[in-house]
């Protein structure tokens, strides 16, 4: 599956601290395949972890609408509780 292939490669990134080529393999995936509902948590993570809090809590709007579309009751809790968490 190319989208998941695309997902690792930007989790590989993430991984070695290079949040910039994250977020653009993540904005990327996100363009290409904006159902793949795992990129949204963990790109806003990254938006929280740089202090873009309100560009982390509009990605996790947008993932929390795909969850909801593909019923996907355990991302969708995930985002939930992270976008909450990132409020504070």
């Given at each position: ?16 601290n ?35 809090i ?35």
């Amino acid at each position: 599956d190319d989208s998941f292939v695309k997902y690792a490669i930007a989790k590989e990134y993430e991984k070695l601290n290079d949040l910039k080529t994250a977020i653009e393999k993540f904005e990327l995936l996100r363009k290409e395949d904006s159902e793949y509902v795992g990129l949204y948590y963990h790109l806003a993570h990254i938006y929280t972890e740089i202090d873009e809090i309100e560009k982390a809590l509009e990605i996790y709007d947008a993932g929390i609408k795909v969850a909801k579309a593909q019923n996907d009751l355990h991302a969708l809790s995930e985002l939930m509780n992270a976008r909450v968490n990132a409020e504070i």
